[in-house]
């Protein structure tokens, strides 16, 4: 039982692959396909996982935020191709995970510049998944693409202790990484606790983000959203933490803490095999 608390984050990122796709997650490349957002702005999506792609497009070149698994990448090619045959200049990665940084070796290979923050790149080079970013941050970094400014804004811990937020300030656009998700199959709150995240916390990083100037975001997982819709997956964060906060105060058994994650907050095998022991230790 208490297996899952050594757990390797890579192991435990398999593992929400192999269980949420029920099929052969990260496998197989997911079927994609582009979503207009703001002029210039697109969004390559998917059903649920892997993690969406921001995609902006200038006359000197792409900014991408994310780029979903390795196994991805041609279709992401694909995808992009029918929009525009510009570049990939840089890629963004609002955290470590595969579904999410899996595609920086092949962009990387093709000239793009990989950002994120130095919490997410210390994991990609601890947990040996490559594609290491060629810059890092700790604080807001600007970058500028064809006259247009684009944000990153490190916030959390949250999802993991290397999460940003990405503001695309000419749009009032956020591209929020998973600390926010939106739609089926998406809602459970899985805090990668190997990877330095925090439920307690996690309502912090949504205040920070929420502190920023946008009206739409592209969650991490899910559908285009408003800014309403992260202020109350801000709300629902809070009442998790809160909830788990009291369960823990009451010494309540193991068990029942599992039946109100799933029964409240949509926790499924997979969240409770990878952070459910974490879950309780962070709040003990
Ligand atoms: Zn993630």
Known sequence: MNRSVTRSAVA???????????????????????????????????????????????????????????????????????????????????????DHAGGNAKLQALGAIAVASANARAQIVLNHLGGEQNITTEGQLNLYLGGKRVEIHPVGPAHTNGDVVVLFPDYDVLTSGDIFANGPGTSAQLVDYPGGGSAKAWPLAIDQALALDFDTVIPGHGLVSRRADLQAYRDRAQRFSDTLASLVQQKKSRADIEAVVRSQFDWEDFHVQAALDGLIGEFD
């Open 12 to 98: 435990l990122w398999g593992l929400l692959a192999a269980m949420a796709s029920h099929a052969q997650f990260g496998s197989t490349p997911a079927d994609l396909s582009v979503v207009p957002v703001a002029t210039d702005l697109y969004v390559i999506s998917n059903v649920a996982v892997p993690g969406l792609v921001t995609v902006l497009v200038t006359d000197e070149g792409v900014l991408l935020v994310d780029d979903k698994f390795e196994i991805d990448h041609d279709n992401i090619m694909a995808a992009l191709r029918t929009i525009t045959d510009k570049p990939v200049k840089y890629v963004i990665n609002t955290h470590y995970h595969g």
